[in-house]
């Protein structure tokens, strides 16, 4: 079993910076890519940003410009760099990996536990 181990998370203030990070446990055999996903109360889960095995990124046009997507290959950890943080990025962000634990298996999603995000003075 995969289990993505997420941390970083917490209370900051407008303009302020945090950055997450995310690994997984267990044995990984390859990753299609990973990525960064947020739910606020009332609403749907949304991609934040997404990072390819090819180092290519894509991101909500929301946080264009403020967050930038990373990935240390050799650790298989995902990092989120969240700068000029607003009251809007508020949410609980959960990390996704696409990846499959054998050769020749699927690619499966797994997701993390969420780490929560405040954004307030």
């Known amino acids: 079993q995969v289990q993505l181990v997420e941390s970083g998370g917490g209370l900051v203030q407008p303009g302020g910076s945090l950055r997450l990070s995310c690994t997984p446990s267990g044995s990984i055999f390859s990753i299609n890519a990973m990525g960064w996903y947020r739910q606020a109360p009332g609403k749907e889960r949304e991609l934040v940003a997404v990072?390819?095995?090819?180092?290519?990124?894509k991101y909500a046009d929301s946080v264009k410009g403020r967050f930038t997507i990373s990935m240390d290959n050799a650790r298989n950890t995902v990092y989120l760099q969240m700068n000029s943080l607003k009251p809007e990025d508020t949410a609980v962000y959960y990390c996704n990996c696409n990846c499959r634990r054998r050769a020749y298996s699927d690619y499966f999603d797994y997701w993390g536990q969420g780490t929560q995000v405040t954004v307030s003075s």
């Open positions: 990072i390819s095995s090819d180092s290519s990124t």
